[in-house]
């Protein structure tokens, strides 16, 4: 008897609190749904993606072309430059005994030249975006180009060649030309082909319905023959002869750069009339045999402390300061093409007196 009325009793407070579970979800959902219903009256369902329209991109297409003689890496050269370094005697005596079967150059003078085509060649995509929280209307501008041409070369002394070598293996038979292990006076031109990619670009914003030009890149990026084959450059200092500012291929937010973005107030000013000297910052001492120049107004200049380069009065407004590094086998081994790293650097220059 006692047992039955345990068994009763328990099954029944079960039921009870099995209905008092039931009823706490049932008002929970009720609550959500009401709050639901109290949060979504008057939203708007999400913004759809703004896309630009054929307005937009003919207008940002205007502004692009506007500025593109500041927008292409050009650096040709109107005629053979003098080469103030040589390559050290060390150098070109251990190329020639690690490899007599290739002819060495002493070369003294050298010109860039692009060709008629990738001078009227500019291709350039863009991305638009709408920053709903600025209320601004952005389009980045990506500038890519492959430039051609021939890097040209003048040797005043080359190592002869004197023979053929023939080298027999079980497999094959190798016939090989030997070259002279010193060098002999010449006068020659060497030519070599050049095939440069280059990745620069812009941003520009919407102000009261017109495309504007708003921001400069950091750097244009030459590499040649591609950017996984072209030497490293890390960083340059440039300096007035009160400041010295060192330029990076990335910086961080409180340094200069060329993987950023500047308004013309921000780029590197300077005034009319001023001298510049540019060094490079080469921390892979494990790789130091290379040539640095930088270019001006189609002059190539040698860099270092010595070296200094002064704006005329003409030269105001946004300039491009070019920085090149070659390696030193691209100026004493017969074949190969141009091997390098260049920047394309964007400065501002003021009025004299300003």
């Given at each position: 008897m006692w047992l039955n009325v345990r068994e009763y009793l328990t099954r029944e407070a079960g039921t009870i609190r099995v209905r008092i579970g039931l009823g706490s979800v049932l008002v929970a959902i009720g609550f959500i749904l009401t709050i639901a219903g109290i949060w979504g009256c008057g939203r708007m369902p999400p913004a759809e993606?703004?896309?630009?329209?054929?307005?937009?991109?003919?207008?940002?297409?205007s502004v692009v072309k506007a500025y593109k003689q500041l927008l292409k890496l050009d650096f040709p050269e109107l005629g053979f430059q003098f080469l103030k370094w040589t390559v050290p005697d060390t150098i070109l005596k251990k190329a020639i005994s690690d490899n007599p079967f290739r002819q060495k150059y002493r070369c003294d003078s050298l010109q860039h030249i692009f060709s008629a085509e990738s001078l009227q060649f500019f291709?350039?995509?863009?991305?638009?975006?709408?920053d709903t929280a600025e209320q601004e209307t952005t389009a980045t501008v990506t500038v890519v180009e492959t430039i051609p041409g021939i890097l040209r070369?003048?040797?005043?002394q080359y190592t002869r060649f004197l023979r053929d070598s023939i080298i027999i293996t079980p497999g094959e038979t190798l016939r090989l030309k030997f070259y002279d292990s010193v060098f002999t006076d010449t006068s020659m031109i060497v030519e070599k082909p050049m095939q440069g990619v280059v990745n620069g670009g812009c941003v520009l914003r919407k102000e009261d319905g017109e495309w504007r030009f708003w921001k400069w890149d950091g750097g244009q990026r030459f590499s040649a023959p591609t950017p996984e084959d072209a030497p490293y450059l890390l960083a340059a200092d440039i300096k007035d002869g009160v400041k010295t500012t060192r330029y990076y291929l990335r910086p961080d937010t409180t340094q200069f750069g060329v993987q950023r973005f500047y308004g013309t107030g921000e780029l590197l000013s300077y005034k009319a009339g001023d001298s510049l000297w540019v060094t490079p910052?080469?921390?892979l001492t494990t790789d130091p045999n290379?040539?640095?120049f930088f270019?001006?107004?189609?002059?190539?200049?040698?860099?270092?402390?010595?070296?200094?380069?002064r704006?005329?009065?003409?030269?105001?407004?946004?300039q491009r300061l070019f920085i090149e590094k070659?390696?030193?086998?691209?100026?004493?081994?017969?074949?190969?093409?141009?091997?390098?790293?260049g920047w394309g650097i964007p400065i501002y220059i003021q009025g004299g007196g300003q």
């Open positions: 993606p703004w896309q630009p329209t054929a307005a937009d991109s003919a207008g940002i297409d291709k350039f995509s863009f991305v638009a975006t709408l070369l003048h040797a005043f910052v080469n921390v290379h040539f640095y270019f001006f107004k189609g002059i190539r200049y040698p860099m270092g402390d010595t070296n200094k380069i704006f005329g009065l003409p030269d105001t407004g946004v070659i390696p030193y086998e691209v100026f004493y081994d017969a074949g190969g093409e141009l091997n390098a790293a």
